[in-house]
Each structure stands twice: as C-alpha cells, then as structure tokens.
C-alpha cells in the first residue's frame, strides 16, 4: 500500500534553514511527482511547489522562489524540501502529498491522492 | 493566480440532514479541473473529490460534487457524526494551484 511519511517536528531560529523529508513507499517511485504545500496555525493551504522524482524539474510558487529548493534520493524514494532564510510567518505545518498523474511517468494532474501526516516547523526566536 | 471563495464559512447541522458547500472560482476553467478534500483536527488533509464530480477511491456515495462554469458544490446526501470537518476546494487548473479558505461543518 501506498505510504508517505514525514519526518519529525523542527524548531529553527530567524535565519536559518529547515531540511523536511518525505519518504514514500507502496508504488514506483519515479512514476509519481511530489507537491508540497503548506498550513500556517488555524489557516488555510498554500501550495509551494512541485518535483518530478524522474528528472528532478521543480515548478515552485512564485513567492518562495529563491528560498525553497525540492530534491530527490532515488536509493530511498525521498524528497525533500529545504527552506532557507526562515521568517516566523514561515511557522506551519507542511505537507508533502503525490500527485496521481496517468500512471505513467511524466505525467501529473496536480491534485494530490496521498498526503504525508504533516511537519510542524516552528520559527522562533 | 485564481482566487477560490468558499461559503458558507460554517454550517452546524443534525446527522441525516443534507449538506451544499459551494466553492466559487475567480475566472471560469476550461475543464473541471477542482477537487474537494476533508481535514479533521490533527489530520493530513483526504482527497474526497477530483475532476469535480469523480469520487476518489474509498469515499461513501453520500459524497458528491458537481459543477456550472465558475461554481462548484460539494454535496453531502446524509450527514454522519465522522462528518464533522473542515472541506477545502482546490483548482488545479493552473498554477499557482490554489485552495478555498474552507468551510467547517459541525454536526449536531
């Protein structure tokens, strides 16, 4: 069965950089692309970006351009999503999900089947 | 970017009552390119709908959704207890992929 697990909760100062990994199993890794997005406290989601585990093309949200990096480890089918520069408005809880696409690679719908159970990240002081 | 307005923002009903959320886009898509999603408190947000109308694996058939031009309604035929939740709609029309502000349903 197909599985998407997060890594641990994060607490980083102004700054600083947050590494969050996605492990997945249950299916072809690099059949599926990967989305990430984003939910501050009591807010609503906020799409950050896209991977393709197959060649690595990354699609990210305007405004985290120049902060947000996705990567692939193909050994391990994980992705990851580093964010740089933090801000406490970055404080939220973020979520890696696959994209269903055709079922074949290279392809993807943009909407998202299976959701990792989420990373609080905290920006504080 | 399209902006999607979801209403009501909340809505408290009995169990067996029907549920209508409605979720407005900003511009009209040139397919039914939204999909509905349920999130209960400290839970990863669960596909219920995508293609606007076509229920993804697993979701009971109370769960419905349709759409006309720019609105789209999510229909809940009779409401149970495990109901109780916040629903987002997102387009994925094009990018950036937005989502609606959610609707909380309570049930009584």
């Known amino acids: 069965q197909v599985q998407v697990v997060q890594s641990g909760a994060e607490v980083k100062k102004p700054g600083a950089s947050v590494r969050v990994s996605c492990r997945t199993s249950?299916?072809?890794?690099?059949?599926?692309?990967i989305h990430w997005v984003r939910q501050a406290p009591g807010q609503g989601l906020e799409w950050m970006g896209i991977?393709?585990?197959?060649?690595?093309?990354?699609d990210y949200a305007q405004n985290l351009q120049g902060r947000v990096t996705m990567t692939t480890d193909t050994s391990t089918a994980t992705v990851y999503m580093e964010l740089s520069s933090l801000k406490f408005e970055d404080t939220a809880v973020y979520y890696c999900?696959?994209?269903?696409?055709?079922?074949?690679?290279?392809?993807?719908?943009?909407?998202?089947?299976?959701w990792g159970q989420g990373t609080l990240v905290t920006v504080s002081s | 970017e399209s902006v999607l307005t979801q209403s009501p923002g909340n809505l408290s009903l009995s169990p067996g009552e029907r549920a209508t959320l409605s979720c407005r886009a900003s511009q009209s898509f040139s397919s039914n390119y939204l999909a509905w999603y349920q999130q209960k408190p400290g839970q990863a947000p669960r596909l219920l709908i995508f293609d606007a109308s076509s229920r993804a694996t697993g979701i009971p058939d109370r769960f419905s959704g349709s759409a006309s031009v720019t609105d789209f309604t999510l229909t809940i035929s009779r409401l149970e207890p495990e109901d109780s939740a916040v629903y987002y709609c997102?387009?994925?029309?094009?990018?950036?992929?937005?989502f609606g502000g959610g609707t909380k349903v309570e049930i009584k």
């Open positions: 991977i393709n585990p197959k060649d690595d093309w990354t």
């Open positions: 997102q387009q994925y029309h094009n990018s950036p992929f937005t």
């Open positions: 999900m696959r994209d269903p696409g055709l079922g074949r690679p290279d392809t993807r719908r943009n909407y998202f089947d299976f």
């Open positions: 249950g299916y072809t890794f690099t059949y599926y692309q």
